[in-house]
């Protein structure tokens, strides 16, 4: 199938949001066009190699519900859920928190978990299953009731989800001090909060409690190859249901005319048409930069402005020369130099660095062993993570007009190369010695992850997961623009892989104006699967994703002929 424009939907950015919503409009009969700016699709979900070496992951590390859970349905309803395959971490401690004098190992399974957190803190059982139980029947309150929307009667949903309404939107900190819980266990807690990078004290219990929920339910997963395999498969959905994904484009306007959205303009004048839009672009750009202020709803403008980003991660790339499986078992580290984690957000609103900052450490090498591609033959690669300010005056990035040349500023040097060799300092206190052992080294910082996804401050959870701005409180999948949609970690399914594709399902439904999330747990599966290539023996997903304007180009320019 060759078919090229008009286009009945274009959507706006490449990462999981924007291709699970465009496989899903595609596979449903919708001829989708996919924009995406950089020269690889993915978005956060990219690998990127170094040397033909070397392969990282920027934004999927771990991830949860792949055998029944929401990531195996929404690959399920495109036919993907066997292509695909996943590794399971540790399942009796797939996250080790390291604490100055003792560790945690999470196991899978809230029984487990329960268990575990009552033989660390005999002394506050009582509170622990308080605080557990709370957490699991916020969760399951939310699976029955779903996010109540404008249309939702609140006297059924307060009926049917007493423990959602009473709970979920307060904050973790309320639950911590209801349940009489002390310093230690609050931080074993929100050992792994890092996911999502939001103070214990405007933490939603209902997200802190779906985290868990996420990982608790069947463990936590690496995707077999690396996180591009998933972009991969949804870009294959997508052509061989007649839509193109073409890289390269960037979205400078979304037009629309008399309230309705009527396509999009990119850099360099190019103008394509089609009475939908999503945009899963960066909520903030996608309202106050590519739409005219004239278009947007009284006060929108300022509500959107008006919204918090969530603190942005930092990454740094090590390539060793040892097999690090022999000193690290398949597990994530979160060393954390502090109990009480609401102080790393103090530096980070005072717009300073850490001086000991938190990391997570994780190894696609020794998540993943029987795939190749991640390093040379007898050695292994390590990722270490940390969040931290924004601040252009931090990074010592000199003003926002010369921010997009930071990357050879000599502040912003020395503050990188300085958490750079903080966040080493901290793994080589867990995993022994690694600088003689270093062979490749990068990192990448707030600025850095604005440069590739064009996210407001860097931040790859798009607006704070906060207990004001989460929910129903972040932007719905519909518009007040006619034609104009949402998706991404910004809408009401957050962020992280399985907030992304949530998301694209959610608007892929506002599209087609029908519940495709009620239609696949009936066991529906859209498009022809038949169609499907990718994955197999010698199947690269990072060329998959790669250059694909040329290809598109190529495409259009022979169905033409
Ligand atoms: C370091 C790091 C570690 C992470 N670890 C995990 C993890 O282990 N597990 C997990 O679940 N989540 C993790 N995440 C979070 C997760 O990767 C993201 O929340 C999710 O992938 C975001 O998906 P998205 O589609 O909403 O946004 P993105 O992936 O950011 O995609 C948006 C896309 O839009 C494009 N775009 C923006 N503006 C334009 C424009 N004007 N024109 C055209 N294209 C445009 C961007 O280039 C980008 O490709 C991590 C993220 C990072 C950065």
């Known amino acids: 199938m060759n078919r090229t424009g008009p ?6 950015g490449s990462g999981l949001s924007g291709l699970t919503s465009a496989a899903y409009l595609a596979a449903n009969g919708k001829k989708v066009l996919v924009l995406e700016q950089y020269d690889v699709a ?13 392969q990282f992951d920027v934004g999927l590390h771990y991830i949860g519900g792949v055998k029944t859970g929401d990531i195996s349905r929404v690959l399920k309803g495109l036919g993907l859920h066997d292509r695909i395959d996943f590794v399971e971490m540790d399942p009796d401690g797939f996250d080790t928190f390291v604490f100055p004098d003792f560790e945690f190992r999470v196991p899978k399974g809230w029984d487990n978990y329960l268990d575990r957190l009552v033989e660390t803190f005999p002394d506050e059982e009582e509170g622990l299953r308080q605080c557990v139980g709370t957490f699991r029947d916020v969760v399951g309150d939310l699976a029955g009731s779903g996010i109540p929307g404008v249309d939702t009667d609140l006297a059924d949903f307060v009926a049917r989800a007493p423990n959602l309404v009473a709970w979920g939107m307060r904050s973790i900190t309320e639950l911590f001090d209801e349940c009489g819980l002390g310093e230690r266990s609050r931080a074993v807690l929100t050992g792994h909060a890092g996911d999502y990078a939001t103070p214990p004290s405007r933490t939603p219990v209902v997200l802190h409690a779906s ?22 498969h949804l870009i294959d959905v997508i052509h061989s249901n007649g839509g193109r994904v073409r890289t390269h484009a960037e979205v400078a306007s979304i037009n629309v005319v008399d309230g309705t959205a009527t396509g999009v303009t990119l850099s360099g004048d190019e103008t394509i048409e089609a009475p939908i839009v999503i945009s899963t672009a ?3 750009r996608t309202f106050l930069d590519l739409l005219d202020p004239e278009v947007l709803p009284d006060g929108l403008a300022e509500i959107v402005d008006g919204y918090r980003m969530a603190t942005p991660l930092v990454c740094v790339y090590l390539g060793l020369d040892f097999d690090l499986a022999e000193r690290m078992p398949n597990t994530n580290y979160w060393r954390h130099s502090r109990y009480d984690s609401e102080e790393y957000y103090d530096f980070v609103a005072a717009e300073k660095f850490d001086p000991d900052p938190p990391v997570y450490i994780t190894s696609a090498s020794a998540k993943d062993p029987g795939s190749t591609g991640h390093a040379p ?7 270490l993570m940390t969040w931290a300010t924004p601040s252009l005056e931090a990074w010592g990035v000199e003003s926002e007009e010369a921010a997009g040349k930071y990357s050879k500023q000599e502040g912003y040097l020395a ?24 062979l490749w080294k990068e990192a990448a910082t707030p600025m850095t992850q604005t440069r590739y996804t064009q996210s407001t401050d860097g931040s790859s959870y798009g607006i704070e997961l906060a207990t004001d701005q989460f929910g129903p409180l972040r932007p719905d999948f519909k518009t007040a623009i006619d034609g104009l949609f949402l998706a991404g970690v910004s809408t009401r399914r957050g962020h992280g892989i399985v907030g992304a594709m949530n998301g694209g399902v959610e608007s892929a439904s506002a599209v087609l104006g029908r519940n495709l999330r009620h239609e696949i747990q009936g066991g529906a599966v859209f498009g022809d699967i038949s169609r499907l290539t990718a994955g197999g023996e010698g199947w690269d997903a990072l060329e998959a994703c ?16």
């Not at 286009?7 to 706006?12: L, T």
């Not at 993915?42 to 070397?54: A, D, I, L, Y």
């Not at 033959?377 to 990722?383: D, H, I, K, Q």
């Not at 300085?418 to 690694?434: H, N, T």
Request: charged fraction near 30%; proline fraction near 2%.
């Open 415 to 438: 503050a990188k190369d300085k958490i750079v060799e903080q966040l080493i300092d901290s793994a080589e206190e867990i995993l022994g010695e690694l600088r003689p052992h270093i």
């Open 211 to 232: 985290l868990v929920d996420h990982y608790m339910q069947e463990g936590a997963f690496y995707v077999r190859g690396g996180g591009q395999v998933l972009p991969g």
């Open 377 to 383: 033959e007898g050695c292994s690669t390590v990722e």
């Open 42 to 54: 993915g978005g956060c979900s990219q690998t990127f190699r170094r040397k033909n070496e070397w």
């Open 7 to 12: 286009w009945d939907a274009i959507v706006v």
């Open 546 to 561: 790669r250059k694909l304007q040329d290809k598109s180009a190529r495409r259009i320019a022979a169905a033409a002929v």
């Open 282 to 284: 960066d909520i903030k």
